[in-house]
């Protein structure tokens, strides 16, 4: 079985410390550095499975390190941070993170985000099935789930590993209705809570980088009171 690597980036040394060795019981291999230039260096020399990344880093913080990794590679990544509103939450997973943790944390629920985020990642990367990997085109949309990618009327879109996979779910099912919680546990892999607003996010964010905010017809549509489907 491959070896998995995860790499923390904290410049608190006794939380990187706890975390490292609660995930080494767990069986995982673990990088610690201290800031984001060191993460996106770290990732650029080894295969890194997954990363935990503190947003207050000296030098570089998380969120640009999260860009500059995104630019390259699409690893599960998780936000560990002080900061604990909602616009704080919300502005770290549009970042590009996967997933976000508040400080102080459950080591224990951290381990088992890593291992949800590890799961979803191994199945995404499984070799699809024939059925499976159909290039979706619709509404001046280019699908393309091989290479993950999204062209609109020629233009490349970028978007992060979320967004498209929200995006993919709902084109390759025109106008069937999801809720969020069914969005939900189809691109994150866990079972939806009451309150989260993580699904309402990121078609937020899509609904922009689509150009819907200018469209008079839109591709996402709310079906209030039920959940969102997609209109090509």
Same mark, same amino acid.
């Given at each position: 079985?491959?070896s998995?690597?995860i790499?923390?980036?904290?410049?608190e040394a006794?939380?990187?410390?706890?975390?490292?060795?609660?995930?080494?019981?767990?069986? /995982?291999?673990?990088?610690?550095?201290?800031d984001?230039?060191?993460?996106?260096?770290?990732?650029?020399?080894?295969?890194?499975d997954l990363?935990?990344?503190d947003i207050m880093?000296?030098?570089?913080?998380? /969120?640009e390190?999260?860009r500059?990794i995104?630019?390259? /590679?699409?690893?599960?990544?998780?936000f560990l941070s002080?900061?604990?509103?909602?616009?704080d939450?919300?502005?770290?997973l549009v970042?590009?993170?996967?997933d /976000?943790v508040t400080?102080?944390?459950?080591?224990?629920?951290?381990?088992?985000?890593?291992?949800?985020?590890?799961r979803?990642?191994?199945?995404?990367?499984?070799?699809a099935?024939?059925?499976?990997?159909?290039?979706?085109?619709a509404?001046g949309?280019?699908?393309?789930?091989?290479?993950?990618?999204?062209?609109l009327y020629?233009?490349?879109?970028?978007?992060?590993?979320?967004e498209?996979d929200?995006?993919?779910?709902?084109?390759?099912?025109?106008?069937?209705?999801?809720?969020?919680?069914?969005?939900f546990?189809q691109?994150w892999?866990?079972?939806?809570?009451?309150?989260?607003?993580?699904?309402?996010?990121?078609?937020r964010?899509?609904?922009?980088k689509l150009?819907e905010?200018?469209?008079?017809?839109?591709?996402?549509?709310?079906?209030?009171?039920?959940?969102?489907?997609?209109h090509?």
């Open positions: 079985m491959k998995i690597t790499l923390i980036a904290d410049d006794e939380i990187a410390d706890l975390i490292e060795l609660h995930l080494l019981k767990e069986g /995982y291999n673990c990088i610690k550095v201290g984001g230039h060191e993460a996106v260096a770290a990732i650029q020399k080894q295969p890194i990363a935990i990344l880093m000296p030098k570089l913080d998380g /969120y390190a999260t500059q995104r630019a390259h /590679y699409n690893l599960p990544i998780i002080a900061k604990t509103t909602d616009l939450k919300i502005t770290g970042s590009g993170a996967d /976000y400080k102080p944390f459950n080591p224990m629920e951290l381990v088992a985000r890593v291992n949800a985020q590890l979803r990642s191994m199945q995404l990367n499984q070799p099935a024939s059925n499976t990997s159909v290039v979706v085109e509404g949309l280019l699908i393309n789930p091989e290479q993950r990618t999204v062209v020629g233009e490349m879109i970028e978007i992060t590993p979320k498209f929200i995006l993919y779910l709902l084109a390759s099912h025109p106008k069937k209705v999801f809720s969020a919680e069914q969005i546990l691109v892999g866990e079972a939806y809570f009451e309150g989260n607003n993580t699904v309402m996010v990121h078609i964010t899509l609904r922009k150009g905010d200018v469209r008079k017809n839109k591709l996402i549509k709310t079906v209030w009171g039920v959940g969102y489907s997609f090509g």
